[in-house]
């Protein structure tokens, strides 16, 4: 599709910041720190929410950018990054009741130790939780989440709505994430249809977790997170783009690019 672009539009202006970290997991975290500066001084100088982008290459980058923001107290309109299993408090409450169902499923143990572990940000390194797991799958998830007793008979006696909100209330206390709000209002729609229980909830769950999410308005005043993919035809006043942290790959376009230049 030729695009034709307005002759009388201003020019535009390229700011960029070099990242600092050895590890992934530090850049992150920096480009984030980065992130949200350049947004706090966008908002400083009265930019509407709905005229800013971020663009990352990737789903779970768009995870951690809406994560900043719910932490900054703004608004984001986003595809896949509002989906609540994006939500380690989420994953780790839906994790808890697969827990309680199939206690030995040392996958699912596993991956309720990986999003325990995230979630309580722990400063006991992951792979001793792992290591009790190669013992007793079991007695390592009992272990490591003792906010709540975890005793099968007691929690699945409660009903559907009751359990939820209690693991909410003693693994995730005062977590007001929109995801886990989402969470409990789903639980609450479905505790009101016949034969409902823990099991029935999990399966739904289960079956449309990667449909599962806030809907929100993207024509409300939000900042739009997209992917490289899904911002192609669409423009912003200012978009940030973090985690430029790779190599381009310029092999396939290299009439774009003279790399003997």
């Known amino acids: 599709v030729k695009q034709n672009p307005k002759k009388t539009d201003s020019e535009g202006l390229v700011v960029y910041a070099v990242i600092d970290g050895e590890k992934k997991k530090e850049r992150n975290a920096n480009h984030l720190l980065q992130l949200e500066q350049w947004i706090l001084e966008c908002l400083n100088d009265n930019v509407p929410l709905k005229e800013m982008a971020v663009i990352v290459r990737k789903h779970d980058q768009a995870r951690l950018v809406t994560d900043l923001l719910l932490k900054m107290g703004l608004d984001s309109t986003s595809r896949q990054a509002l989906v609540i299993r994006g939500c380690p408090a989420v994953r780790t409450i839906m994790g808890i009741i697969q827990f ?32 009790l797991l190669s013992q007793d799958p079991e007695k390592a998830v009992i272990k490591t989440i003792s906010e709540v007793d975890l005793s099968t008979d007691t929690l699945l006696s409660k009903p559907l709505y009751q359990l939820i909100h209690h693991l909410v209330v003693n693994v995730c206390p005062g977590n007001n994430d929109p995801r886990l709000m989402h969470l409990l209002d789903l639980a609450l729609d479905h505790s009101i249809k016949p034969g409902n229980n823990s099991l029935t909830f999990l399966q739904h769950y289960q079956t449309k977790h990667s449909k599962l999410a806030i809907k929100m308005d993207e024509y409300n005043n939000t900042i739009r997170i997209l992917t490289v993919h899904e911002s192609k035809g669409l423009q912003f006043p200012i978009v940030f783009h973090p985690f430029v942290d790779y190599n381009p790959d310029f092999a396939k376009n290299t009439i774009w690019a003279d790399l003997s230049y």
Do not use: T
Not at 102 to 121: F, G, M, Q, T
Not at 124 to 129: D, M
């Open 100 to 131: 309680l169902v199939v206690p030995h499923d040392r996958i699912n143990c596993a991956a309720l130790l990986k999003d325990y572990h995230e979630l309580s940000c722990s400063e006991i390194p992951l792979h001793n939780h792992l290591n």
